[in-house]
């Protein structure tokens, strides 16, 4: 079964780097994800396509902040130059024939 | 600019229904697929339902099939939900969503803002 894994929460100090995971269900590690970024009352933004080799494609106006990188099953968002703005959920997304699936979301706290 | 508008949201009893509309505007809608997605209130996202560009392939979650119905007017413009059998576990903020590629299944690239679903007596 296709499942994506995220812990539920991070938190780093303003003007610090992050590093969120997302990881990937057996026997699914070669799929590619895409990461969402959500901030209070608002609705999701695309912020990139993350494939298995690390290259990412990102969305219109993602600043360079925002990188994406992967490892075996895991797949992961970095934030660098943290803004208060950032703080938001997270969410990462897989999809296959007939169906999508979204990670539980990680809330991000700027310290 | 890519733009999607959703509408149709509102209080409604349990077993009843509601027809969400999301109007797309700024791509060629009839080429690309479409999504509803939910939020239920404090949690995270669920996809709901799947609908590719011409409507010739169309998914539900297990948790919506047989009572969501999803379908689009192509020369509208236009996405729809009609959403029967309402359960109070249907309650939600309902955002629309573009996928990302001409193709079968991929990443979301743009989202609405979202409809509120409430099923309550």
């Known amino acids: 079964q296709l499942v994506l894994t995220q812990s539920p929460s991070a938190s780093a100090s303003l003007g610090a780097s992050v590093k969120l995971t997302c990881t990937l269900s057996?026997?699914?590690?070669?799929?590619?994800i895409a990461w969402h970024q959500q901030q209070p009352e608002k609705g999701p933004r695309y912020l990139m396509k993350?494939?298995?080799?690390?290259?990412?494609n990102k969305g219109d106006g993602v600043p360079d902040r925002f990188s994406g990188s992967s490892s075996g099953a895991e797949r992961y968002l970095t934030i660098s130059s943290l803004q208060s703005d950032d703080e938001a959920d997270y969410y990462c997304?897989?999809?296959?024939?007939?169906?999508?699936?979204f990670g539980g979301g990680t809330k991000l706290t700027v310290l | 600019e890519v733009q999607l508008v959703e509408s149709g949201g509102g209080l409604v009893q349990p077993g009843g229904s509601l027809r969400l509309s999301c109007a797309a505007s700024?791509?060629?809608?009839?080429?690309?697929?479409m999504n509803w997605v939910r939020q239920a209130p404090g949690k995270g996202l669920e996809w709901v339902s799947f609908?590719?560009?011409?409507?010739?392939?169309?998914y539900y979650a297990d948790s919506v099939k047989g009572r969501f119905t999803i379908s689009r007017d192509n020369s509208k413009n236009t996405l729809y939900l009609q959403m029967n059998s309402l359960r109070a576990e249907d309650t939600a903020i309902y955002y629309c969503?573009?996928?990302?590629?001409?193709?079968?299944?991929?990443?979301?690239?743009?989202w609405g803002q979202g409809t509120l679903v409430t099923v309550s007596s």
């Open positions: 700024g791509f060629t809608f009839r080429s690309f697929a």
């Open positions: 609908l590719s560009g011409s409507g010739a392939n169309l």
């Open positions: 993350l494939h298995n080799d690390g290259s990412h």
């Open positions: 969503a573009k996928l990302a590629v001409v193709a079968a299944s991929g990443p979301f690239d743009c």
């Open positions: 057996s026997g699914h590690s070669s799929y590619a």
């Open positions: 997304q897989t999809w296959d024939t007939g169906v999508q699936v």
